[in-house]
């Protein structure tokens, strides 16, 4: 086995054991000794263990070069789920994404940043479409990234006065997450439209995630102003 593909593995496994920053120095090691015919197996390890890491810019730029050059799927789909968080929903992301599916069809944050292009050009059903198969798709489920674009979407609904699309498109999706976060989002969207009977609901099963506290106090207190 050549140094590379030693270098390599142990990032592959740093990588899946989530030891991100061993992954990066691994990835790092192995493209300090690829040769062109390697490809950019190595570059594209790193810049996923920068995204983990939180180096969003240094990320980016990384995926950028990839995708430029040596493109491979896991960098095509990252790049296009980043190019979606900055909303850069235009038709090179969603071209990104498609091949990174057209070459691997089991990479969630392709899927995710359909869903996200879908969602901002007001196609809710492929979004949701989209978001779903995301989820269904390997082990590697950006859950709170979906998240979040999740919550932008409910805040886009009710910025523009229509809470009730807002409440739909979380009746639709409540199987799919069961997060705190979730829970508390779905029952503040069912406050704001008056169904208080499903917000009293999803506050007391957030309860169950609560230890005593200001956030216990706050649900409490939220159950009892529906009550009265």
Known sequence: MSQYQMHLNAAYDFYADGNF???????ER?????????????????ALCLRKLEY??????????????????????????MRAERNECDAECRAMAMRAIDENPDLPSAYIALFWCDATEGAALSAVKNLRRGILRGSDFPEKRAFDMIRNWC???CNANDPQSAFALI??????????????????????????????HYYKKALAWLRPGQMRSEVLEEI?????
């Open 56 to 81: 969003g810019d240094e990320a980016f730029a990384a995926l950028k070069e990839i995708v430029e050059s040596d493109p491979s799927g896991e960098a095509c789909a990252e790049f296009a789920l």
């Open 155 to 157: 805040q886009m609904y």
């Open 21 to 27: 920053e061993a992954a990066k120095a691994a990835s």
């Open 30 to 46: 192995a493209a300090s000794c690829a040769t062109p015919s390697d490809g950019s197996a190595a570059k594209t390890v790193y």
């Open 171 to 200: 009746h639709e999706i409540g199987d799919l997450f069961t997060s705190f976060d979730f829970i508390i989002l779905h029952a503040r969207i069912a406050d704001i439209c008056e169904d208080h009977r499903t917000a009293v």
């Open 224 to 228: 009892a102003r529906i009550a009265i």
